[in-house]
């Protein structure tokens, strides 16, 4: 299986779907990090592939403590999202129509 799907367990969403994520590689093993704190948002995948995939999903948890950077990106990207743009600032989406007359 490619893909991990990870739902809400406290009410009042539970069963909602909080997360998708999908592997370019067949999941062996999930681990959800813990530190001194507790759980974390941290998730690591051991795949069919030589390097283990690391996702984090702040609805979780926060970022462990030896990785706490994770906490400044999600914020400007919160940041960033809210603003006129967003992450997309900077890009070009093109039709099917555009694709095809670039000969992509």
């Not at 990870?6 to 999930?30: F, K, Y």
């Not at 795949?47 to 283990?52: D, G």
Request: hydrophobic content about 35%; overall charge negative; aromatic content about 8%.
């Amino acid at each position: 299986q490619k893909l991990l799907k990870i739902w809400e367990r406290d009410a009042p969403h539970c069963g909602r779907t909080l997360t998708n994520i999908e592997s370019p590689c067949q999941i062996n093993g999930v681990l959800p990090v813990k530190d001194s704190r507790g759980d974390s948002g941290l998730i690591m995948l051991a795949c069919e592939q030589s390097r283990v995939q690391t996702y984090f999903v702040p609805q979780l948890g926060p970022a462990p403590k030896w990785c706490s950077f994770l906490e400044g990106i999600t914020e400007e990207l919160e940041e960033t999202a809210g603003t006129a743009g967003g992450v997309f600032e900077d890009f070009k989406f093109v039709t099917q129509q555009e694709v095809d007359e670039l000969g992509a």
